[in-house]
């Protein structure tokens, strides 16, 4: 996979009862999804998902040139 991600983003499925949210991560070669953690509502879900989606969009940086 190539080094530098384009896009993070986060999905909040529900799974068994329980919210999982996953972390997309997208880069120029290909897609990485990682199971983060389940919460038992899905509002705690959607909370940790927009903390966790900010956490990593911090860590693309931005393309020069435009």
């Not at 080094?3 to 009862?17: F, K, T, Y």
């Not at 070669?29 to 879900?45: C, L, N, Q, T, V």
């Not at 989606?53 to 040139?65: C, H």
Request: hydrophobic fraction near 45%.
């Amino acid at each position: 996979m190539s080094e530098d991600p384009i896009l993070a983003q986060c999905e909040v499925l529900l799974e068994n009862g329980a919210w999982t949210v996953y972390l997309e991560v997208w880069f120029v070669d290909g897609i990485e999804r990682k199971r983060i953690d389940s919460y038992p509502s899905e509002h705690k879900a959607r909370i940790a998902a927009r903390w966790i989606a900010w956490a990593a969009r911090r860590q693309i940086s931005t393309p020069t040139g435009l």
